[in-house]
T-cell receptor
Framework: DGGITQSPKYLFRKEGQNVTLSCEQN?????MYWYRQDPGQGLRLIYY???????QKGDIAEGYSVSREKKESFPLTVTSAQKNPTAFYLC??????????????FGAGSRLTVL | RKEVEQDPGPFNVPEGATVAFNCTYS??????FFWYRQDCRKEPKLLMS???SGNEDGRFTAQLNRASQYISLLIRDSKLSDSATYLC?????????????FGGGTRLMVKP
């Protein structure tokens, strides 16, 4: 079945450590996104990529980095510069970036807790 | 002012009740609209798109009011399984392209 796989599902990190969240899709989608969700709040866009080897900052990119070396993969690194990284991270994809005709498919999410 | 606003709730309703949520958006250039459902600690999933003429899918009805800049979701004959958070999503056109913006969600709890 086609879909998006995120790993790990749960991750604990000590302050000052970088962590990388994996996102893989087999939907042949061009566009991929990373969102952050805090309790009781909506999703905020961290980074997005419309095509391989290209990515753009979203609303809250500070303290995060991404790469898009393959169409299927869009890993997110949460760096030590991110002041409040504890959150639920969601990866999503669709055929064309921000196309009104294409809805987002989400992965199951990665829950990061900083100890 | 947030670009997409929703009443966070929770809306506590008995089974069988009819419940409606509204979502307001501030950017008149908004082009397309969606309702997503998110269960606790899960990812959002598309519930339905919202069309200009309004649309219905079983017990769910979505409507768009462009003049007043809001969309609504009506759930009839509520089931226990409808308990979830409902996210309003608006596709807004900016100079650089389109951007999907999420509301904060409205939490629904259906009680026996």
């Amino acid at each position: 079945d086609g879909g998006i796989t995120q790993s790990p599902k749960y991750l604990f990190r000590k302050e000052g450590q970088n962590v990388t969240l994996s996102c893989e899709q087999n939907l042949n989608h061009d566009a991929m996104y990373w969102y952050r969700q805090d309790p009781g709040q909506g999703l905020r866009l961290i980074y997005y990529s419309q095509i391989v080897n290209d990515f753009q900052k979203g609303d809250i990119a500070e303290g995060y980095s991404v790469s898009r070396e393959k169409k299927e993969s869009f890993p997110l690194t949460v760096t030590s510069a991110q002041k409040n990284p504890t959150a639920f991270y969601l990866c999503a994809s669709n055929d064309r970036a921000f196309s009104g005709a294409n809805v987002l498919t989400f992965g199951a999410g990665s829950r990061l807790t900083v100890l | 002012r947030k670009e997409v606003e929703q009443d966070p709730g929770p809306f506590n309703v008995p089974e069988g009740a009819t419940v409606a949520f509204n979502c307001t958006y501030s950017n008149s250039a908004s082009q397309s609209f969606f309702w997503y459902r998110q269960d606790c600690r899960k990812e959002p999933k598309l519930l339905m798109s919202v069309y200009s003429s309004g649309n219905e899918d079983g017990r769910f009805t979505a409507q768009l009011n462009r003049a007043s800049q809001y969309i609504s979701l009506l759930i009839r004959d509520s089931k226990l399984s409808d308990s979830a958070t409902y996210l309003c999503v608006v596709n807004i056109r900016y100079n650089a392209g389109n951007m999907l913006t999420f509301g904060g969600g409205t939490r629904l709890m259906v009680k026996p």
